[in-house]
Structure formats: C-alpha cells, structure tokens
C-alpha cells in the first residue's frame, strides 16, 4: 500500500532528553494520582530510565495518564520486537513488563514485530553488522514471535488479574504495512523529511563509521522505518508513547522528530534500562548468554532455576522489575529474606512469578516438579513427570524405549541401555555401587526389576551411571 498522506510540519519541535527524576520534578508533582500511580510506580520499580522531549508544545506526557485532566482517554503505547531469533529473551521482559504495566493501568499497548525492519538489521548497540536473514527465515521468526507474545499476553489477563478495567494488548508486524510499498514512492514521500546531518549524529552511526567494519546502507535506513513505524501507529491507532531500551534512544527520537515535523503533535518517547548479568554483559540473543522464553530453547525449570540462583544483590531489584508484586509485599519479602538468606525464599518467588508468567501455571508446576526430582531425589515428582520434562531436565541423557521381558535384571536394563560396558566391568560398576535407579542405589546385577521400585507409575526408569551420566528408558508393554 502506499504510504499514508503526509501533512504539512511545524518547526516548533525540541529534542532533548531527561531522566525520570526529571519528569516527576517536571509533571507528576503537578498532577493528580492517576498519573503518578503510572509513571511514578514504574519508576519506583526501576521500569523506566528516560523519557523525552522535555517539554511537549501543547501537552506533557505525565498529562496524557492524568484521569482528572479535561477529555481525558486512554493512551496508546508500543514496542517493537524484531525477529531476528525464533524467540523472545530475558531481554525483552523488562520492556513487555512496561507494557503489562501499562495495559493494567487501562491503556491501550502494542507490541509491534519487525517482520520488515529486521531484514535490515538494528545497529543501535552493536558494534557490527547483524548476520543477514533471508525473508522467509524472517517470517518463520516473526510467527514464532506472534506467537510468543500473544501466550504471554494471556498468561497475564488469565494470571494476573488484579479487579480492575485493564486496555487492549495487541501484537501487529510491520510487515503488514511494507510489503506493498514501492521503494521510490516511499523514500518520495518520507526520505525528504529526514536530514542526512541529524541521521548521521546518531551514536549508533557514528559508532559504527568508526568501526574498521563500517556501516552498511541497509542499517543506516532502520532508523528512518522505525521511525515511520510510530508515524504509522501515531495515525492509525492515535499511539503517543514509544517504549524501547535505552540502546533504542537515537531509533525513538528519529521517530518523535518525524511525527512533530509532519504533524505538529506532541508523541514522547520512554527508555527501559538493558538487563545487564553480574560480568555487565546485556542479556541478549546477541551476547550469547540468552535465557529464551520458548519451551524449546529454554524449559520452565531452566528458566525458574535461572532466577532462584540470582545473587542476593540483584532479587530486590528483579522483584521489582520482572514481577507485579507491590512494593510493600516484596519489602516484607525481603524482610524475611535478611534473616533466612539461605532458604532463598525472595529467589524462589521471583522464579514462581516470573516462570508462571512465562509459561502459566502448568509450566511452573513443571518447574517445580523437576527441581524437586533433581535437586531433592523426589521419587514422588519423579512418578508424575512426563516425558518432556525428563527430556528438558536430563537434556544430555540417552533416551531408550525398551520391553519388559518376564525376569528382567537390573544388568539387563544397563546393558540395553547401552550405560555400562559387557564383561566383567560393567558387572563391578553395579557390584561397587555405581549404578542407581530412580535414585536408589542398586548393587545386586541379578536383581530382577520391580514395578513401583525400579519402574515408575508413569513407566518409566530414571538410571544414573557414576554422578553425571543419566539414562532414561520407557518401557513398552507393561
């Protein structure tokens, strides 16, 4: 399709930045409880970093969230997510907690994938070019991101329901909105509105020209799409606030001039801070130390074990951040935490809430399930574990499928399993006590399986060789 209509600009804009000690000094000390039970409470929880312009020409942004303002109405505020990866990331979650928030204050949020702009490849943050994708690699991806975001969405509005009216969650692809574009027309009607000068100022450029590898065109062009992606939004669903990661400042701000030069109306731009490990590294597909949020990358007890070895220093912040607790409820948490550090309480709520938001209530029970037949040798959570989750736990474990023939030993069962070496030193593994079944050590080789014992009620046989080398088998025909 082609581009919509531009309209004449106003030169009255302003660019700068400010924290966010800035805009409750600048506007929520000036509005009512609507606002600053919004922006206020986010900024509480560390959520937002900074936010821009200074000032708006006709209205502020903590006005736009103040209920007791004449014809007031709920905002429209989106973030992107390229899908340069078949999955969303730790990364991502402080962003989607934003817009969680957000939508339980009665906005209107939308989570926009790059089914377009990830083609081209972001710069902001690297320090070189992204590996190319091919399109429909992309468009496989974005649908594994659809789809992520929309199970999150749900897990929020069927979990996390706090009684109160909550906005629209709605997850949309740019694609939609580029794929009929002709490339002469579009840079006709938007390329003039940009100037080479402001576009090249950007620390993400300038970063990369720097660079012995450089800047290709293609990524130099992202911040002009992504800019027109808030235009597009800003006219088609009347969305104000873009929300981003403080590597995202240049991209936004590209976005917020081209509007206000088009329209003369006030959007604003908010920054989250980048999720950082204890070496400072960004928790990002990128930086190779991805936790992803999709099953298949990433099981429920990877993700909550991720959260429950968090150090002490970091679980205040990340109750704040990466779950909906009140301020006052993790502050009693913590409470409790000081004095009994080592039970890990404050860990393990941060690794429910955020692992039953990930992958609901099920994949929390998972969770919960593998950590109990791991860590404490639970029989119990054995017997009720499905195939999946043995698969997820022992992830490095041969699987077998084998037929419980009538006196079946547990020799027989290592030796199918292909676990211990044929002769007599397989024999002396079981004999001198390093060979155990579902936990229990077993050192008699003649010793004829039992049901309920050494096979499970779900017909499987956990089988551990030394300390690290697992097996599981399922056997058929019992």
């Excluded at 937002?48 to 007031?72: A, H, V």
């Excluded at 979990?159 to 709605?170: E, I, P």
Aim: charged fraction near 20%; hydrophobic fraction near 40%.
């Amino acid at each position: 399709m082609a581009a919509p209509m531009l309209r004449c600009f106003s030169r009255g804009w302003w660019s700068g930045t400010l924290s966010l000690s800035g805009v409750l000094a600048l506007g929520l000390r000036k509005t009512h409880s609507g606002a600053q039970g919004l922006l206020a409470t986010q900024k509480a929880r560390g959520l937002l970093k900074d936010f821009f312009p200074e000032r708006g020409t006709k209205i502020e942004l903590p006005q736009l969230f103040d209920r007791s303002m004449t014809g007031y109405s709920p905002q429209t505020v989106y973030c992107g997510f390229d899908p340069t990866g078949d999955s969303l990331h730790v990364g991502h979650l402080l962003a989607l907690q934003s817009l969680f928030h957000f939508q339980r204050a009665g906005h209107n949020v939308i989570a926009l994938v790059g089914g377009a702009t990830a083609r081209l490849g972001d710069p902001s943050g690297r320090t070189k070019e992204r590996e190319a994708l091919d399109a429909e690699r992309v468009r496989t991806n974005a649908r594994a991101l659809r789809l992520g975001l929309e199970a999150l969405a749900a897990n929020h509005q069927q979990l996390f329901s706090d009684g109160r009216t909550w906005g629209s969650f709605t997850v949309l692809d740019n694609s939609a909105w580029y794929q009929k574009q002709h490339l002469v027309d579009f840079l006709a009607a938007v390329g003039g509105h940009f100037r080479m000068g402001t576009l090249l100022s950007r620390l993400s450029v300038q970063t990369r020209l720097q660079s012995p590898e450089g800047m290709s065109l293609a990524e130099f062009f992202y911040q002009v799409l992504q800019a027109y992606d808030f235009y597009y939004l800003f006219q088609r669903y009347g969305c104000r606030v873009q929300l981003g990661g403080s590597d995202q400042l240049g991209n936004i701000v590209s976005g917020y001039e081209f509007i206000h030069k088009l329209t003369g109306e006030d959007v604003f731009g908010i920054t989250v801070p980048l999720i950082t490990n204890t070496t400072g590294a960004k928790l990002g597909k990128s930086a190779g130390n991805a936790v992803w949020l999709n099953r298949d990358k990433t099981s429920p007890f990877e993700l909550y074990q991720f959260f429950v070895r968090q150090q002490d220093d970091s679980v205040e912040r990340y109750l704040k951040l990466f779950t909906f607790l009140p301020l006052p409820e993790i502050d009693h948490i913590m409470q409790l935490h000081v004095k009994e550090p080592e039970k890990r309480g404050a860990q393990k709520r941060l690794a429910a809430e955020v692992t039953k938001l990930v992958h609901g209530q099920e994949g929390l029970n998972s969770a919960k399930r593998c950590t109990q037949a791991l860590y404490h040798s639970s029989i119990d959570a054995l017997e009720v574990m499905s195939d999946q989750e043995l698969k997820e736990l022992f992830k490095e474990a041969s699987f077998s499928e084998l037929v419980l023939d009538p006196g079946t030993s547990v020799l027989d069962t290592c030796r199918k399993a292909n676990a211990i070496p044929d002769g007599p030193r397989g024999y002396r593994m079981i004999t001198e006590g390093g060979v155990s079944i579902n936990h229990r050590q077993v050192t008699n080789p003649e010793c004829v399986l039992v049901l309920g014992q050494h096979i499970l009620k779900n017909g499987l046989s956990l089988l551990k060789i030394g300390k690290k080398n697992f097996y599981i088998i399922k056997w058929l025909q019992l």
